[in-house]
């Protein structure tokens, strides 16, 4: 924290279920203290239906009580506000108001370009149209920006116009709780999780979205059936995955759901390889899957169906396998050779683990981020 005080306003849980627990549903406002920071968490609309309309109602009821629970902080030196979900920034501009602190504005998702070019939303939906105005009136807005990718940067130029007003700080991953595993903790991971220790193990880590191509990695697991499928997460596409799993009697797809963050160490513990599909879709290029870096931190194998800057990270990293976007027969090969050459998954391994070491730091992220924060609070 290097002596700083941070105040986080966020939802009750409800993500990626659409469901809030009981624990959150009798007060419209909750205050939490996680590792020295204070967590402040506003009721908001939430439903398992993810249509526009729901959408709308949970990013517009999260603004404003958002906003309303802000007014009575304490005033800030600075705000960051995350986008997405967008509207946030609404909320983020009020509060930029009523106590006179400017804004530094992280973008990790270009919204709502994003979610038309993965067939989430239409151009023409309700919430596209509300959104485009707010995105480029956010931009604007803030002090300074921030991307999280290349792509991400490049989109937010496209929309307001001022290279000068945006900074790439690229992710970083935990590397004390991320990871290589000893052979005990592969164990009592496979254990947990009711997988064969003598098989090959796949994972497939983080949010089930349109953004990923489940029935190419669905499809692989039917042509490998000596190789399990390990699945972890959830999102709009859980629903599908299962009944893809069904409709191909496969006995080799394991689901788990979502798991708490302190269960996640062992899901990667579990694994033989990672495995990552992009759907062919215009902001593939620039996405960057946060699942990557905690393979890499992990030491767990890369196969990727996937291309522009994920692409080059991992060929810089030399930690993984990458086959072209939607090419069936060029995973399960990948899968194949990976399952039967130990000696390529260890040095895979080891170069995802140094790569990690070199460039994911946390303190490197930390230290961007304190620096670009001091130009905001001077400006």
């Not at 993810?50 to 629970?69: C, D, E, P, T, V």
């Not at 899957?289 to 030399?318: D, F, H, N, Q």
Request: aromatic share 6%.
């Amino acid at each position: 924290m290097s002596g700083h005080q941070v105040t986080v306003i966020t939802s009750v849980p409800n993500y990626p279920t659409g469901i809030i627990p009981d624990a959150y549903k009798g007060k419209l406002f909750y205050t939490e203290w996680l590792d020295g920071i204070t967590v402040i968490r506003v009721r908001v609309f939430a439903s398992p239906k993810k249509g526009a309309r729901q959408r709308l109602a949970n990013q517009i009821s999260f603004m404003l009580l958002a906003a309303l629970r802000g007014t009575s902080l304490a005033q800030p030196d600075a705000i960051i506000v995350e986008s997405h979900p967008l509207f946030v920034c609404l909320a983020g501009g009020w509060l930029k108001r009523v106590k006179r602190a400017n804004i530094l504005l992280n973008v990790s998702d270009l919204w709502p370009e994003s979610a038309v070019a993965t067939g989430a939303l239409s151009e023409n939906s309700l919430l596209v149209k509300l959104a485009k105005p707010v995105e480029k009136w956010a931009y604007r807005d803030a002090a300074h920006i921030v991307g999280m990718t290349g792509g991400v940067v490049e989109g937010i130029i496209a929309v307001d116009g001022k290279p000068d007003h945006v900074t790439r700080i690229q992710n970083a991953v935990d590397l004390a709780t991320f990871r290589p595993c000893s052979d005990s903790e592969r164990r009592a991971a496979r254990t947990r999780f009711g997988l064969d220790p003598t098989r090959f193990v796949v994972v497939h880590v983080g949010n089930m979205s349109l953004t990923y191509d489940f029935d190419l990695m669905l499809n692989a697991a039917a042509q490998l059936p000596d190789v399990l499928f390990h699945f972890v997460g959830g999102g709009s596409q859980f629903e599908y995955v299962q009944n893809g799993v069904r409709e191909r009697n496969l006995s080799n797809v394991i689901l788990s759901g979502v798991l708490s963050h302190d269960q996640m160490p062992g899901a990667w513990a579990s694994a033989d390889a990672t495995l990552i599909a992009l759907r062919d879709h215009s902001v593939a290029g620039g996405t960057l899957p946060a699942k990557m870096y905690e393979g890499l931190a992990t030491g767990t194998p890369v196969v990727a169906a996937i291309r522009g800057e994920g692409e080059s990270l991992l060929r810089e990293a030399g930690a993984g396998v990458i086959v072209p976007i939607g090419n069936l027969p060029a995973m399960v090969n990948a899968l194949a050779a990976l399952a039967n050459d130990g000696a390529l998954r260890l040095k895979l391994s080891q170069a995802g683990r140094r790569y990690a070491e070199q460039h994911l730091s946390p303190e490197r992220v930390k230290q961007a981020y304190l620096s670009l924060l001091k130009k905001v609070i001077d400006v």
